[in-house]
């Protein structure tokens, strides 16, 4: 096969759009253990889901056989609004290195919502729409899943009620003010419209709050609405699921350049777009058709692969959603307050800690001023300003391809751009002054957070 | 032909990028009058021009004669980073309206700097490194132009200072952290820096500042400052040219349909984004080729096209740049501070003010709240959050397909999507909360700043 010249972008044709999601579950030599009924430590069952979430989001959550599941066509032209994503080479950077890599990164930044994670909120609430639902309820951290669900929910004609950890409400009155536009009600969480939130507030009065804590009021609100469920835009196995779409239309456009990847690189907070991102690659290697090294990259100030454990532990912190086995730092863990960005929940996605933990999968930790410099640097020579939370990727990947500067290998370096920064100034503000600062948990506080957790395990 | 379907986003290949820019000028029947030196009242020459802008851009702003200038590789190659930008089929806001009409729009957001300005500053700056300057100077308003600057002037390595309108800076400190952390200064204006900043503070203490106010700031220290010089993102025809790239790949992404727009829409605040949308399609409308509605679109706060005159005047508040012919509502008009977003600048660019002065195009201004719900309406079903600037654009583009939908006609509307309004959620706010007001000034307002603008003719 001759090498076409590779362009700096990559687009698939909207026929070449991916039609079917690739549950990797399917290929996995061994299951992650079920998630459990936190009273009766039981497997949780359809039935309970069913409660939370929408009935086809319950079935692919615990579908572990099926391969693949085909995409509805009505998401599908959800995805034609803003998919196929690019596929882009990073040839700015790869010069501004000096590298012989070769760098490629998928960017699902290039929507209002700014991230991937609309990819999982079309699905949500296009099935929210199909069961007769009119409402949905979430929660958001740094604001990009509260954004994308609202975009979604608007495009479906259903309500949708936001509870937005407060400290992130107060510091990003903008992320909440592009929610309202597409129509959703935002709440600063914790809030007093919930016993759990009113529980908190007493508890702690001037809490900032937590992407724990707002869960707990968004499940509490859908469970005692008519006709309203729960979405979530990480950590669980069917948002994986949805997630897919990134790594199957990376594959294909790799694919059409005969472009094979050595190491795939994403950062991980709940884990939904490394999970997708990595999906067939993962297949493959799982399936012994290929090798891959997979790299997930966390913040060294919220380190549950690197430094948390591998036991049952809720979702949530007000401990009323299923118990899930995963890698975590116990769910009353909070992240220091200097942390900038996303990726502060205390655990992990059941699938990518079973992979992690059958060493399919590597783990680092990064420091918050290392992944500013590494921003800044993207943004200067590749003209994308990053999410925080995607610089932890690209911080990966520089410092790899600087490896093989050193050591003169040209690896194949695909790491996913999840997201911009437009939202993360204050954070940029931090940095370009000069008063940005890391923060590492002490072991101690570590396990002072895994405290408890012996008595959750079945 | 057989009429293939239309996805919902047209990308050209990289390949198929314009290699040339199109000046609309050599195909102009009546050239626009020349700019003039304001002490002789002379045509400005190169060499004057030279003083303030590089060789390169002085010599394209006074060719009229050259239908086609090659783009230099490495501009190409910037352009890459970003370009091709996608022409989108507005599918889901057609089925929103129910209106038989096709609406269509090039993309121009989908950049860091948020607009279509990149396109010239990418330019500018090149031929700033090319002819061995070290820096450039500019003024910004919304702050788009500014960002887009930034950009190119971290890629080539070039320092930029940024004088940046105050009221904006204040408004906006995103953005100034954006330009910030691309390396560039930024400076709000009027400021203690310059001569003309300092006389205008003692004038007017509690000033907000102005665009043209910002632009003489700019040019000052340019022509102080060894190695430097200025560059404008709009207005000049040289600007007008670059953007022309916009137009050019609309034309071939419809081209490639059998597509011909009845009708292209484009909002208008100096006028470079219309200019370079319609540039191939008003050449042909030139040359009796094809025949097109061109309709630029005007804030009603600030209607320089529908209600300014079509005179020579200065291009700032300073008065220290050329004369212009062009529709103005003098250089000392203040839109109204409820006004949001760009498209506050007093006059128009001199390629569409003869245009539009020779009935080639027409003029309609718009109101900002009847703005906002466009904005809000695309915001929801087409998955993008415009700008404010490019919301003129749509309001025109939704109304002119509620026409069709009275009427039946199956016309095609091609409309500029400029930029996202990521940074103008204090507007958005405003419109969520039901703040927002509207404001047309008087024709008294109107007479008074024009006063004066008789002694300047030549």
């Excluded at 936190?38 to 309970?48: D, F, I, R």
């Excluded at 937005?164 to 409400?169: E, F, G, L, T």
């Excluded at 307050?337 to 680092?364: C, F, T, W």
Aim: proline share 6%; net charge negative; hydrophobic share 35%.
């Amino acid at each position: 096969m001759t090498k076409r010249p590779i362009p700096y972008k990559i687009y698939l044709s909207e026929d070449e759009m991916p039609r079917q999601w690739y549950n990797v579950r399917a290929d996995m030599p061994e299951k992650h253990p079920p998630m459990l009924n936190p009273v009766t430590k039981k497997p949780a069952t359809k039935e309970e889901l069913e409660q939370v979430f929408c009935k086809a989001v319950a079935e692919q959550e615990l579908n572990d056989t099926d391969r693949y599941i085909p995409i509805p066509d009505d998401i599908i032209a959800f995805y034609k609004m803003y998919r196929p994503s690019p596929m882009v080479r990073a040839y700015c950077l790869e010069k501004a290195l000096g590298t012989p890599a070769e760098i490629y990164y998928k960017f699902e930044g290039n929507n209002t919502s700014g991230s991937h994670k609309l990819n999982s909120a079309a699905a949500q609430a296009y099935y929210a729409k199909q069961e007769g639902l009119t409402s949905l309820t979430t929660e958001t951290g740094a604001g990009q899943w509260g954004t994308a669900l609202s975009m979604a929910c608007a495009f479906y004609g259903l309500n949708l009620t936001v509870y937005m950890v407060k400290v992130s409400a107060e510091q990003k009155p903008h992320r909440r003010e592009v929610m309202r536009t597409y129509g959703a009600k935002v709440i600063p969480s914790p809030s007093d419209t919930t016993e759990t939130g009113r529980k908190i507030l007493a508890a702690h009065p001037g809490t900032g709050g937590s992407l724990g804590c707002a869960i707990s009021e968004a499940v509490e609100v859908a469970l005692k609405t008519p006709n309203c469920r729960y979405g979530l835009g990480s950590v669980l196995d069917h948002v994986a699921l949805h997630q897919s779409v990134i790594g199957m239309e990376s594959k294909m456009a790799l694919d059409k350049y005969g472009v094979k990847p050595d190491i795939i690189i994403g950062c991980a907070g709940g884990g939904s777009n490394l999970a997708g991102l990595i999906a067939p690659f993962m297949g493959e290697k799982l399936r012994g058709e290929n090798d891959y090294r997979f790299i997930a990259v966390e913040p060294a100030s919220c380190p549950s692969l690197t430094r948390g454990s591998y036991m049952y532990d809720f979702g949530d912190t007000g401990h009323i959603t299923p118990l899930m086995k995963m890698y975590t730092l116990g769910s009353e863990f909070m992240p220091s307050p200097n942390h900038a960005g996303g990726l502060r929940y205390h655990g992990m996605s059941a699938i990518l800690s079973k992979l992690y933990d059958d060493k399919y999968l590597e783990a680092v930790s990064v420091e918050q001023t290392s992944v500013f410099e590494a921003a800044e640097q993207f943004a200067r020579t590749e003209g994308i300003l990053p999410a925080p939370e995607s610089s932890h990727a690209i911080r990966v990947a520089i410092d790899e391809a600087l490896k093989c500067k050193d050591t003169g290998e040209k690896k194949v370096i695909l790491f996913g751009l999840t997201g911009t920064g437009y939202f993360d100034l204050t954070a940029y503000k931090k940095y370009n002054d000069g008063e940005m600062s890391d923060y590492i948990p002490t072991d101690e506080e570590i396990a002072a957070s895994l405290q408890g957790l012996q008595q959750l395990q079945p």
